[in-house]
């Protein structure tokens, strides 16, 4: 598909995605996306956070399905087995969406701006490319993306080939940076019980 022939991404035609499918190894094994925060749980605050930005809302998760049937979002599944990471999250969501454009953000990353899919979004226009991903503090983001469902064979030949990594797969499909640097934790994710304890005490907009 030529990118002339493609819709550019608004509100409109951007389905959000909520990866929480994660197995928490450095968390006690649990589900991020149960874990409580801030009178809610991370995943909620993710779907509330993310949703004014998109047409709707899925969240990829493998485990307490009945939970998260009941928060808000439409449930999706693992296509590749294994715990096969993150990417299997976005294969799962291009095999689920109406919209042209997927916004893809990790439930441990409760701080991530309120514009965010609106400042990936003016990058796809501005560089004519089928994928946007964040960057902050000088680190890529591999996870924090703006994806076009025109790259779903490619997605799908990388994990059916056994590769796992984002940010070689990202780096075969020429993305567009953007660099999120305020506030500076923007994209901090939490990772462990120290970090939920840290994260509690910040505003997220500040």
Not at 22 to 44: C, H, M, P, V
Not at 95 to 115: G, H, Q, R, V
Not at 174 to 180: E, G, L
Request: proline content about 4%; aromatic content about 8%; some cysteine.
């Amino acid at each position: 598909m030529h990118l002339d022939q493609i819709a550019a991404p608004t509100k409109a035609n951007i389905t959000g995605l909520i990866l929480a499918g994660g197995r928490g190894q450095r968390f006690n094994n649990e589900d991020k996306g149960l874990i409580a925060y801030k009178d809610s749980t991370l995943a909620e605050h993710a779907i509330a956070r993310l949703a004014p930005q998109t047409n709707s809302i899925l969240i990829s998760a493998n485990r307490h399905f009945e939970f998260y049937q009941g928060i808000g979002a439409t449930l999706i599944k693992d296509q590749i087995k294994e715990y096969a990471g993150p990417l299997a999250g976005i294969h799962a969501a291009f095999n689920t969406i109406k919209t042209e454009w997927l916004a893809t953000i990790a439930c441990d990353t409760p701080c991530f701006p309120i514009d965010y899919v609106l400042q990936l979004a003016n990058a796809i226009e501005n560089n004519k490319t089928l994928v946007a991903v964040a960057s902050s503090q000088g680190r890529l983001q591999n996870i924090s993306m703006l994806v076009h469902k025109s790259l779903y064979p490619s997605i799908n030949a990388f994990l059916n080939a056994g590769e796992r990594k984002a940010q070689i797969w990202l780096e075969k499909n020429n993305p567009a940076i953007v660099d999120f640097n305020k506030p500076k934790h923007a994209f901090y994710n939490i990772n462990t019980p120290e970090d939920l304890i840290a994260f509690e005490k910040l505003n997220c907009d500040d």
